[in-house]
Structure formats: C-alpha cells, structure tokens
C-alpha cells in the first residue's frame, strides 16, 4: 500500500496515476494507507460506501482512494462519487 500511495504522490499532477474500472480509465489525484490488512487479491474493491470511503486491497495493507477523476468526469472526492455512483464490492480495478 505504501509503495502504491507512494507512486500515486510521485506522478501527481503529471502525467497522474492511472487505473481501469469496468472498461474506464480511472485517474487517481490521492490516497491513503489504511491500517487494515486484506485477504483479497491486490486492486479489489474492499470498500465502497459514501460515508466510509473507497477502499482497494494492496499485496500488503489497504488504500483509501480519496479523490478521483472517473472516465469523462471531473475531479472529485471518491465519496462524492460514491453518492452518485455505485461501484462493486470485489471489483478489480486495473488491467487496460
């Protein structure tokens, strides 16, 4: 998690982090080191609620994705867009 928060801080605000959700690119503006671990495979979705925040699974720890800029949209805070949105638990985000 802390290699990932890392990266996802060294590339901001150019050229920006990057994931896939669903067939979209997903940039990434900011994260967080959650203290929990994860059995789940790394980029998992593990949490996506509007009032706790959006949460994927590393190799070790968790992140919080904090603010996000989905595919076409603004840059917002992930809760925002959990509001509006609904993303699957257990999604795997990544891959192209």
């Avoid at 809760?79 to 192209?96: M, T």
Wanted: aromatic share 4%; with cysteine.
């Amino acid at each position: 998690a802390r290699r990932v928060r890392d990266r996802i801080r060294g590339v901001s605000p150019w050229p920006g982090a990057v994931t896939y959700m669903q067939g979209g690119a997903l940039k990434i503006w900011s994260a967080n080191i959650l203290n929990e671990e994860s059995r789940e495979e790394p980029g998992t979705v593990i949490l996506a609620d509007a009032k706790r925040g959006l949460a994927v699974a590393c190799g070790v720890g968790a992140l919080e994705l904090t603010e996000i800029q989905p595919p076409g949209g603004k840059r917002m805070d992930a809760r925002a867009y959990l509001r509006g949105r609904q993303i699957p638990l257990g999604i795997k985000l990544g891959g192209g």
